[in-house]
């Protein structure tokens, strides 16, 4: 079957730095996309990986290992407006969505 | 933009009555998407639809129908509503369909089968 793995839950302290992990098993694969959803809203995109490697936009950034099964997402320079949910999604071999079950991030002052 | 609409925001429906979740894009996406959203479990998909005419079932099509008139809209319907269809409806769209193209959601829609 797919799954995708991710942490239920995480907390870390504003101005930190946090590294959200997501593995996966999937038929097929045709890329991983990080989705911020905050408490009561709409899932909003953050980045998508399909090569090995670090993506970076801005205070967020996005791994890949295609070979491990493996992506994390790292947040820098925490703001209180981080505390969300963070879904992790792979696209499979039907180009559909795989999705996890989300890890919730608590900031604390 | 509006970008996605959805309606109703939430609603409260008796066991055996029908519904019809509505589903507006004013982004010119071709592809449209229902997922539902459930405590503990990642989002799972419904329906799905590349492109104005054509729909396809995901992981837990059972129970619902949609249909693709047209570009902008996508409604999802229960025909005769479960206490387990409780759940957040999501719309999305995405640019096009069998791509890596992000998909783009609206605000959801909350549902309680009584």
């Known amino acids: 079957g797919q799954n995708i793995d991710q942490p239920t839950e995480m907390t870390a302290t504003e101005g930190a730095i946090v590294q959200i992990n997501c593995t996966y098993q999937?038929?097929?694969?045709?890329?991983l996309f990080w989705y911020q959803q905050h408490a009561g809203e709409a899932p909003t995109f953050l980045s998508y990986n399909v090569l090995d490697g670090l993506e970076e936009k801005g205070r967020f950034s996005s791994f890949l290992s295609r070979s491990k099964g493996y992506s994390y997402l790292l947040l820098k320079e925490l703001q209180m407006k981080d505390s969300a949910s963070y879904l992790c999604?792979?696209?499979?071999?039907?180009?559909?969505?795989?999705w996890g079950a989300g890890t919730k991030l608590i900031i604390k002052p | 933009t509006a970008g996605i609409t959805q309606a109703p925001t939430s609603q409260i429906l008796a066991a055996g009555r029908s519904m019809t979740l509505r589903c507006t894009q004013d982004m010119r996406h071709n592809a449209m998407y229902w997922y539902r959203q459930d405590l503990g479990l990642g989002l799972r998909l419904i329906h799905y639809s590349n492109t104005a005419g054509t729909t396809g079932k995901g992981e837990v099509p059972d129970g619902y129908s949609v249909s693709r008139a047209n570009t902008d809209d996508f409604p999802l319907t229960l025909a005769s509503a479960v206490p387990s269809q409780t759940s957040v409806y999501f719309c999305a769209s995405s640019a096009t369909g069998g791509s890596n193209q992000p998909q783009h959601f609206g605000d959801g829609t909350r549902l309680s089968i009584l």
């Open positions: 999604a792979v696209m499979d071999s039907n180009y559909q969505l795989i």
């Open positions: 999937t038929s097929g694969f045709n890329g």
